[in-house]
C-alpha cells in the first residue's frame, strides 16, 4: 500500500467518521428544541443559551486547541476533544435540570475544533508526499462532504426519531452521543 493510498484510505477515511459526527451534531438538536424545552420545563425562549454557550466557548478554545494541536500533536487533541464532547453528549441525554444541561451542552461544543485539526493531520501526513497542497485540498473536501452529509442526516434522524420516542427522549438524545463514541474508536 502506498502513503498516498494509506492518506486517502485510513487517514482521511477516519477523519471523515469524525467530521459526519460533528455535522451530525450541528444539524441534529435543533428539530429537538421545543422537545427539550418541555423535558427541562424551560421556555422555549430559553433554548437560545443553547446556542449563546456553545458560540462563547468556540471562540475561546478553538485558538486555544489548534495551538496545544501544534504543541502536542493534533492526534492527541482530537482525541482529547472526542472524550470530553461524547461525555458531555451522554450527559445531555440525561441531564435532569437546565444548568446541568446548559453546562454539559458548553462543553459538548468542543466538536468545533475537530475540523481544523483534522485539516492539520491531513496537512501532516500529506506533507511528505508530492503535490501536498493538491492532496490536502482533495482530503479537506471528502471530510467537508462528510460534514454536510452529517448535518443534513442528522437533521432528518432526529425529527424521525423525535416523533418515534417522543416519550423517551434521552434515547433520541443518546445518539449523537453514540455516534461520538464511535468516531473516538475510529480515530483511537
Known amino acids: 500500500m502506498t502513503k498516498r493510498t494509506a492518506l ?3 487517514v482521511v477515511g477516519g477523519l471523515a ?3 459526519f459526527t460533528s455535522g451530525v451534531i450541528q444539524g441534529y438538536y ?6 427539550i424545552a418541555r423535558k427541562l420545563a424551560i421556555h422555549d425562549a430559553d433554548i437560545n443559551w443553547l446556542e449563546a454557550v456553545q458560540l462563547l466557548l468556540s471562540a475561546i478554545v478553538v485558538p486555544l486547541l489548534a495551538r496545544l494541536g501544534d504543541m502536542y ?9 472526542l472524550i470530553l464532547t461524547a ?3 451522554w ?8 444548568p446541568l444541561f446548559l453546562t454539559l451542552w458548553a462543553l459538548m461544543g ?10 492539520a493531520i491531513i496537512y501532516a501526513r500529506a506533507r511528505r508526499l508530492p503535490d501536498t497542497a493538491a492532496l490536502t485540498r482533495r482530503a479537506s473536501g471528502v471530510i467537508v462532504v462528510a460534514l454536510e452529509a452529517g448535518a443534513i442526516s442528522g437533521a432528518l434522524a432526529a425529527g424521525q426519531l423525535g ?10 438524545l443518546a445518539v449523537p452521543a453514540a455516534l461520538i463514541t464511535v468516531a473516538f474508536v475510529v480515530v483511537w
Open 17 to 19: 467518521v469524525v467530521e
Open 30 to 35: 435543533t428539530p429537538l428544541f421545543s422537545d
Open 91 to 98: 450527559g445531555v441525554a440525561v441531564a435532569p435540570s437546565f
Open 87 to 89: 461525555a458531555s453528549a
Open 110 to 119: 468542543f466538536y468545533v475544533v475537530w475540523l481544523p485539526l483534522n485539516v
Open 163 to 172: 416523533v418515534v420516542f417522543k416519550d423517551h427522549l434521552w434515547i433520541v
Open 8 to 10: 486517502a484510505g485510513g
Open 73 to 81: 500533536g493534533h492526534r492527541r487533541v482530537l482525541l482529547g476533544t
